[in-house]
T-cell receptor
Framework: DAGITQSPRHKVTETGTPVTLRCHQTENHRYMYWYRQDPGHGLRLIHYSYGVKDTDKGEVSDGYSVSRSKTEDFLLTLESATSSQTSVYFC???????????FGPGTRLLVL | KNEVEQSPQNLTAQEGEFITINCSYSVGISALHWLQQHPGGGIVSLFMLSSGKKKHGRLIATINIQEKHSSLHITASHPRDSAVYICAVRMGTSYGKLTFGQGTILTVHP
């Protein structure tokens, strides 16, 4: 298994509060991704990173921001959580464009 | 219309049966992935392919670029194969970004 962890694994929060999810890798992989998984929608890309301080938006980026100040950490922030952001969030890493993408264990977020 | 369509959405089989899951996509791609997700579990990459066929144990993945279609086959299915199988495509290089199908829920009964 690729050395990829996510924290927290479970979180319950209230509408309007900020939330930060962390993805940590020990593989020195260049590419990192944040996805959300929802029933009826499958997996959708939120943001991705192609290097330290190099990030870009995915298809469902509204309400989310990211930061990558070092290779091993990719942070996803919900500036002001809403109930529509209740989801399971997966981080993934990839060494090179033609390499396999490895997924983290996921974070279950409930916004009340 | 989704760019990646999987069929069937749900599949029930008896142990030992040969299983096929299909994936069709609407645009040109540079690679296609098959992923597996067990209930409540994480996501594991099974195959990444851009042409032809790959085999790993009882799993076989094929792709036809001209027809924009891929299949995942499971031979001699087993209850532990019960999972959601997800097809995902990469278009161009696009920093490795993937577009996912909705997934196929497979249940294999003993």
């Amino acid at each position: 298994d690729a050395g990829i962890t996510q924290s927290p694994r479970h979180k319950v929060t209230e509408t309007g509060t900020p939330v930060t999810l962390r993805c940590h890798q020990t593989e020195n992989h260049r590419y990192m991704y944040w996805y959300r998984q929802d029933p009826g929608h499958g997996l959708r890309l939120i943001h991705y990173s192609y290097g330290v301080k190099d990030t870009d938006k995915g298809e469902v980026s509204d309400g989310y921001s990211v930061s990558r100040s070092k290779t091993e950490d990719f942070l996803l922030t919900l500036e002001s959580a809403t109930s529509s952001q209740t989801s399971v969030y997966f981080c993934a890493i990839k060494k090179g464009l033609w390499e396999t993408q490895y997924f983290g264990p996921g974070t279950r977020l409930l916004v009340l | 219309k989704n760019e990646v369509e999987q069929s069937p959405q749900n599949l029930t089989a008896q142990e030992g049966e040969f299983i096929t899951i299909n994936c069709s996509y609407s645009v040109g791609i540079s690679a296609l992935h098959w992923l597996q997700q067990h209930p409540g579990g994480g996501i594991v990459s099974l195959f990444m392919l851009s042409s032809g066929k790959k085999k790993h144990g009882r799993l076989i993945a094929t792709i036809n670029i001209q027809e924009k279609h891929s299949s995942l086959h499971i031979t001699a299915s087993h209850p532990r194969d019960s999972a959601v199988y997800i097809c995902a495509v990469r278009m161009g290089t696009s920093y490795g970004k993937l577009t996912f199908g909705q997934g196929t829920i497979l249940t294999v009964h003993p």
